[in-house]
């Protein structure tokens, strides 16, 4: 017992302590970091003081000697979802990422999250609720039963994957909480922790989004049964890279809406900011519906390229759908908008 | 002063052949060891754009160094580096074709004309191209003084090159404005400031 609350309360979790993994991983880690400062060095020469000191934050002390630890989860499946996708593997589910918390690059996620601490960890779910809501980190997996939902993930840069996530439905989670009268939007917050994500940092690495990240739906489409609150993937909690411990996903709309590591959801009566919208509001809309008659303005959105199983020329270019093909459960939500108004 | 003879040509010239290969061979390392994540196509696309236009800082600081240092024999690098934009730059082509559109030729077609930084690049290949079919010792002699008025086309791909690539990010534009600046300067250092003032005062005057 004595040993179960020490492992609870300690600041650092019982794996970092772990000393079998810690040389082998520091080396690696090592190798990767030197190589890459040789790649940016030939630059570095090149720039002003400020700047540098940015880029070589990217070699400083984020990289943990401990990976990140996932945990098997206990769930039922949803046969509703996603019978008969090919699944994309998890290997490539976990090193092809999108989190520019952790840099802008696909595989800097992977690289540079392994130390994200994600015990203790608080969501509040507040604003216009009957029972503000303040959940830990064993809460997001016992609060409401885990199903697994298979979903096609449509990035805004036109390649896609298919997912099996673990999690609940959003409208479950703001059902506990009670949705008051006047409430129009949901807004989600990712962490902000500069410690811990380098990408907040510097704005060489963060890619010049101003965090924290934030995102937002109507509450309609937040109410929505395909809105999901995923707590892990591949019937594991989630890698840090993907979102830990619990991030958003919404397979209708491109892949940014589907925001990661959230620490508050808030109901509100008008529409919130969000990330992307901020920083090129021309080009990232706030409903960011899938949509392959409505182009990005730098590259078509008419096709994808799905990410699958086998080697680099494995992938294929399939057509994108409207809505990401959930057209059936979501389309009624936008019946007199005009998608190219609202992108 | 620094003397270069033949011999340390031929050293210099291995040694750029060395500098300009040795990324591909980190490239095919990288993405056989599977540390480029899930999906490399991305990052080779980017990998390979990016030889190019350090290729391209190269070709364009010979001339400067060269005159610099007085250190004329550098200038016989010069084909060699720029023959390696070229090879990068059709990396670069190759895998966006065939990694990234999967060898879908009506999508090029369209995403050229619909796409203002696939159109810049574009544009700048084409001239690439043509400066290096007309690299060859036999075509520069047929083509006399028009050679060197065709090859002056390399200023304009230095500035069509870090248009494309400040475009084609999503928001990350730190490294694409270093080069945007990078490249300015080295034209900048060309610009004959005699020769501009004595066209000014003649114009004033």
């Known amino acids: 017992m004595a040993i179960n609350k020490t492992t609870k309360g300690a600041a650092s979790p019982s794996w970092n302590e772990k000393a079998a993994h810690v040389t082998p991983e520091a080396v690696f880690n ?213 979102g830990a411990p619990i991030r958003l996903v919404v397979p209708w709309k491109y892949g940014f809406k589907s925001i990661k590591s959230v620490v508050r959801i808030r109901v509100m009566d008008k529409q919130p900011p969000t990330s992307w919208n901020q920083l090129a509001s021309h080009e990232y809309g706030f409903f960011a519906n899938v949509n392959p008659a409505v182009d990005h303005p730098r590259w078509s959105q008419a096709t994808e390229r799905r990410i699958g199983e086998g080697g680099l020329f494995s992938a294929t270019r399939i057509a994108t759908l409207p809505f990401n093909g959930y057209g059936e459960q979501v389309a009624h939500l936008y019946k007199n908008m005009d998608l190219k108004q609202y992108y | 002063m620094l003397r270069l003879k033949a011999s340390h040509v031929m050293a210099i010239k291995s040694l750029f052949h060395l500098l300009a290969l040795l990324p591909i061979g980190y490239l095919v390392w990288t993405v056989l060891a599977g540390r480029a994540g899930g999906d490399p196509v991305q990052y080779i696309i980017h990998f390979t754009g990016m030889g190019a236009l350090n290729a391209l800082v190269a070709v364009l600081l010979v001339s400067p160094v060269a005159k610099r240092f007085k250190l004329g024999v550098l200038i016989q690098t010069r084909r060699l580096l720029g023959l390696y934009v070229f090879a990068y730059a059709t990396l670069h082509i190759c895998a ?106 003649v114009r004033a005057s």
């Not at chain 1, 506990?176 to 994500?197: C, I, N, R, S, Y």
């Not at chain 2, 400066?131 to 065709?150: D, E, F, H, P, Y």
């Not at chain 2, 928001?171 to 300067?185: D, K, N, Q, R, T």
Request: proline share 5%.
């Open chain 1, 30 to 242: 090592d190798r990767r970091n030197i190589i890459k400062a040789l790649g940016l060095g030939a630059i570095g020469a090149s720039i002003p003081g400020q700047v540098q000191a940015g880029i070589f934050d990217l070699f400083g002390k984020t990289r943990s000697s401990t990976p990140f630890v996932t945990r098997p989860l206990s769930f039922s499946p949803n046969t509703a979802f996603g019978q008969g996708e090919v699944l994309t593997p998890e290997q490539k589910v976990i090193s092809h990422n999108n989190f520019y918390e952790f840099g802008t690059s696909k595989t800097d996620p992977i690289d540079n999250a392994q130390g994200f601490k994600v015990d203790p960890w608080v969501l509040k779910i507040e604003g216009l609720v009957d029972t503000p809501l303040t959940l830990d980190l064993d809460d997001l997996t016992r609060l409401l039963p885990l199903e697994e939902r298979i979903y096609r993930l449509r990035c805004v840069e036109a390649w896609s994957m298919v997912i099996p996530w673990v999690g609940f439905s959003l409208g479950a989670l703001l059902k506990k909480a009670g949705v008051k009268a006047g409430a129009t939007h949901v807004a989600f917050e990712t962490l902000f922790d500069p410690d811990q994500m380098p990408g907040q940092r510097s704005r060489l690495m963060g890619g010049g989004i101003h965090y924290p990240y934030v995102e937002g739906l109507r509450l309609d489409e937040a109410m929505n049964e395909l809105t999901f609150m995923a707590v892990g993937l591949y019937g594991k909690t989630l890698p840090a890279q993907n």
């Open chain 2, 96 to 201: 966006f074709i065939s990694l990234d559109l999967l060898f879908e030729w009506s999508l090029l077609a369209s995403e050229v004309v619909k796409r203002p930084y696939i159109l810049v690049g574009a544009s700048g290949y084409v001239l690439l191209l043509l400066l290096a079919i007309t690299s060859v010792n036999r075509v520069k002699r047929k083509m006399g003084r028009r050679w060197q008025t065709l090859h002056n086309g390399v200023y304009l791909i230095a500035i069509l090159a870090p248009i494309h690539f400040y475009w084609s990010v999503k928001s990350e534009v730190i490294e694409p404005s270093i080069y945007l600046i990078l490249f300015g300067a080295l034209l900048f250092v060309r610009l004959n400031w005699r020769q501009l003032k004595k066209r000014f005062q």
